[in-house]
């Protein structure tokens, strides 16, 4: 690229043209050919910067860089909205020293940075330089930061020459819950079967605590009989009594569009992530299983149900992975529209070009090829796409956080089908009495039906059902302007509606369902079951 002219080269061309101007309507010589001299000096100064950026990059100015180990950091990741440290270097092996300025990193969208300025470093000749970004994330996910923007200073400082140094670096963000306080997970030990959770349930037969004696009824298992109490009272009596039992619970996240709209951070799906970690650490925490679906048209994840500090990063790598969707089906770009947004990427980042022609067509086949050469392609991780080349162009948008507008609309006009189905893949073939969560927002649900044969059987099967509709966090901080006042009102009437008719149609089945804020997620989180829940 060319040099870009700088405060100081602005004046300087300012005072040729008003030297000219003084000496044209004077008629002075002498200020006329100080103008002259003054702009061959500009433009000799222009000449030896114009080579500067290619000499310097001859002498292998390397840069590089890292996420610094601080306590906001949780396992090598960090949480939204509290700012991070990324720690840099550049390394120059020229004779030279050489000045940088206006150093600034080029992030993905969801992430800023803090600082108020952008730095200045002095490199020092065969040194190496170390300096620090001040970051912050705006919602769960992956905040990806392409390169480092920076400008080379030239001789008198009247020219800068732009670098692009690029480095991809991807940084995983938790939910804000992950790092509310220090998980107790590894202090289990033992086997999952032998363990026992801390829910109180009552039961026929053996068990660790009496509960009550009373009178034998038709279908009682003979080995509950207390014979001792029945010789005495002369007929046959049960023995019941209160066991601590580990109890699974499933959560099906609904992600889609309709939970992805507004910016990052204020989404319905940024709570939703919160209220999943925050019910997966309770129910941790207390020695019972959790199990996560994910659902966007059909089902991302089945996070099958279990227990300890491993499982819980498998939960939230597959709470992560929600927001990362890049497949065909749930997409609104094609193959080929996806394509040219990669190779404009690669163009940009790697200064490959594949465009041929004034027209810029590309063959697709050789960005495929040169996209599986900077990573191999594991078997399994490729998304959903019509083609083997779209699936990989996929695949590089979610390893470097290029986004991809998603549909807005369910797969069919609705998505209680599908809702339906995950529900009933949650409850699994078991009897065994599990708690199931939907986190939705009843959105895109035309027609009950589904869930209604659902609904009813969990209830033959002993299985419970929540429903938390996940308030989003823009409605409840206070509005700027009367119009967004006005739209508030509106959603929040439109959400309302949704809640009572689904209460209307769910909750005579037993189905509880509650509008979830974020000033609630604590206390959501640590509802149990009801201790009356009875086990054969």
Request: charged fraction near 20%; glycine fraction near 8%; proline fraction near 5%.
């Amino acid at each position: 690229m060319l040099p870009i002219p700088t405060t100081r080269a602005a004046a300087a061309f300012f005072g040729v043209l008003g030297m000219w101007l003084v000496g044209l309507s004077t008629k002075s010589w002498a200020a006329t050919a100080l103008g002259s001299a003054l702009a061959l000096l500009l433009v000799t100064v222009f000449s030896a910067t114009v080579p500067l950026g290619r000499r310097v990059r001859a002498q292998r100015l390397e840069f590089a860089w890292w996420l610094a180990s601080r306590e906001t950091s949780v396992s090598g990741a960090v949480v939204p909205h509290v700012p991070f440290q990324v720690r840099c270097y550049v390394r120059h092996r020229g004779s030279h020293g050489i000045e940088l300025t206006r150093v600034t990193p080029v992030l993905a969208n969801g992430a800023k940075v803090l600082d108020e300025e952008p730095h200045a470093i002095s490199v020092m000749p065969r040194a190496r330089n170390e300096f620090s970004f001040t970051l912050t994330a705006q919602a769960a996910g992956r905040v990806v930061l392409h390169g480092l923007a920076v400008s080379l200073r030239g001789p008198l400082g009247l020219f800068d020459v732009p670098l692009y140094f690029p480095n991809a670096l991807a940084i995983k963000v938790l939910p804000r819950t992950v790092a509310v306080r220090a998980s107790t997970l590894g202090m289990m030990t033992g086997l999952p079967l032998d363990r026992s959770g801390r829910h109180r349930m009552r039961r026929r037969g053996g068990g660790t605590e009496l509960h009550e004696l009373r009178e034998f009824l038709p279908g009682d298992p003979f080995k509950s009989i207390a014979w001792k109490a029945s010789a005495k009272t002369g007929r046959l009596v049960v023995r019941e009594v209160d066991q601590e039992v580990q109890q699974t619970l499933v959560m099906v996240l609904d992600a889609c569009g309709s939970m992805r709209g507004g910016p990052a951070g204020e989404r319905k799906l940024d709570f939703a992530l919160e209220l999943c970690v925050a019910h997966s650490r309770a129910w941790l925490d207390r020695g019972d299983r959790v199990g996560l679906i994910t659902v966007d048209g059909r089902v991302l994840a089945n996070v099958q149900a279990g227990d300890g500090a491993a499982h819980l990063i498998r939960v939230y790598d597959a709470l992560l992975a929600s927001t990362e969707v890049v497949d065909a089906d749930l997409t609104a770009l094609d193959d080929h529209e996806v394509a040219s947004l990669v190779a404009r990427y690669v163009r940009q980042q790697d200064g490959v070009d594949f465009a041929h022609g004034r027209r810029s067509t590309f063959d697709t086949t050789e960005l495929a090829h040169y996209l599986r050469g900077l990573t191999p392609t594991k078997a399994g991780d490729l998304p959903l796409a019509p083609t083997q080349a779209g699936a990989v162009f996929r695949r590089f948008c979610r390893e470097r956080g290029i986004e991809l507008p998603h549909k807005s609309e369910p797969p069919g006009g609705d998505k209680a089908i599908c809702l339906a189905s995950s529900i009933q893949l949650a409850a699994g073939n078991t009897r065994v009495p599990r708690s199931i969560v939907l986190i939705t927002d009843l959105d895109g649900i035309v027609d009950y039906a589904p869930l209604h044969a659902t609904a009813r059987l969990l209830t033959r099967r002993g299985h419970s059902l929540h429903v938390l509709v996940p308030h989003a966090e823009a409605l409840t901080r206070p509005a700027e302007s009367g119009l967004e006042h006005d739209l508030r009102a509106i959603y929040g009437r439109a959400e309302q509606r949704r809640l009572r008719e689904a209460k209307q149609q769910l909750g005579p089945l037993g189905v509880s369902l509650s509008l979830v804020a974020p000033d609630q997620l604590a206390l959501t989180a640590n509802r149990r079951k009801p201790e009356s829940a009875r086990v054969a």
